[in-house]
């Protein structure tokens, strides 16, 4: 005989109490990471990701790590 399994009544608040904890937390910690030290792009490394974006055949993120890479160092000698 095969039994129907029942869910707790408060499944669904415990599930929605979850997702908005884990919210909460992931909000934090972006805030936190706001105001901490700043991002410092390089070069050579912003570089060297779309390089690597390219060679795993993820074009359009290539593309876009590309694009970044031009508008942040436009006299860059690898921006041809």
Do not use: S, W
């Not at 410092?40 to 060679?55: G, H, I, M, P, S």
């Amino acid at each position: 005989m095969h039994r129907k399994m029942e869910l707790p009544r408060n499944f669904i608040r415990y599930r929605r109490e979850g997702c908005l904890l884990f919210l909460v937390f992931a909000l934090l910690g972006c805030t936190l990471n706001a105001f901490g030290e700043p991002l410092v792009v390089d070069a050579n490394r912003q570089f060297q990701f779309a390089e690597r974006l390219f060679k795993q055949g993820k074009y359009l993120q290539a593309v876009g790590e590309y694009e970044r890479f031009i508008y942040f160092f436009p006299e860059d000698n690898r921006v041809p």
